[in-house]
């Protein structure tokens, strides 16, 4: 496989040859949803916390005798069914939503999402990006250079202050570490641009071998 790579002016400034491996894969969207969900999960914080009836003050005592008042019979005045009462499967911030994935599932899921921005013309390989001082024009001018109008996931070789800093400004764009690639960033932007690819791919390609 081979893709053409282009200067931060939209030139082609060379190709590239891609493992299929990486980016040659079929579609598979239940491994995609499951490592994406399972991202999530992990990510997610559990804020919203109810009280069920054993945590609410109060009904220590039966509200009236058992039998011979006319009314239904209560146990206490924590019961769910009666205000400020114990709340019934409500949520609890106790409750664990992480879960495990497999490093290799995890690789796989992003070769998948790559092989498919790949097909789809949404995977960019460009030679350097190279801006000497921080400003918001020269990275608008890269972005117009390779025709990018909507949200993009800038993947770096390595550290660049000078590129991090020109594209804070657009609230559609990610700019980071290739080493930091995880299948939930690049499906959440529509453009994946990988700087260095020739360092970058053999980077990628090595994450299904890590152990």
């Known amino acids: 496989m081979k893709s053409k790579i282009y200067n931060q002016k939209g030139v082609e400034a060379g190709t590239i040859d891609l493992p299929e491996s990486v980016f040659g894969l079929p579609w598979n969207a239940d491994l995609v949803h499951q490592v994406v969900t399972s991202i999530q ?3 997610r ?14 009904g220590g005592k039966k509200p009236w005798q058992q039998k011979g008042t006319g009314r239904a ?5 924590r019961s769910p069914i009666w205000v400020g ?5 409500g949520p609890r911030k106790d409750k664990d939503y992480s879960r495990k994935i497999n490093k290799k599932m995890k690789a796989k899921a992003l070769y998948t999402i790559m ?8 995977l960019i390989f460009v030679e350097n990006l190279n801006i000497p001082m921080p400003k918001t024009k020269d990275a608008k001018a890269v972005l117009s ?6 949200s993009a996931y800038i993947a770096l070789s390595g550290k660049d202050a000078n590129v991090k800093k020109s594209f804070n400004n657009f609230n559609n764009m990610m700019v980071d570490d290739v080493r930091n690639l995880n ?4 499906l959440n932007y529509k453009y994946l ?5 020739v360092e970058s791919v053999k980077f990628i390609e090595s994450k299904m071998a890590k152990k």
């Open 41 to 43: 999960g992990n990510m």
């Open 45 to 58: 914080n559990a804020w919203a916390h109810t009280k069920n009836r054993g945590d609410v003050s109060g």
């Open 73 to 77: 019979r209560h146990g206490s005045t």
């Open 85 to 89: 009462g114990g709340v019934t499967h």
């Open 115 to 122: 092989s498919r921005k790949f097909r789809d013309g949404e």
């Open 145 to 150: 250079s390779l025709s990018i109008k909507k």
């Open 183 to 186: 299948p939930l960033d690049v």
């Open 193 to 197: 641009l990988i700087v260095n690819p």
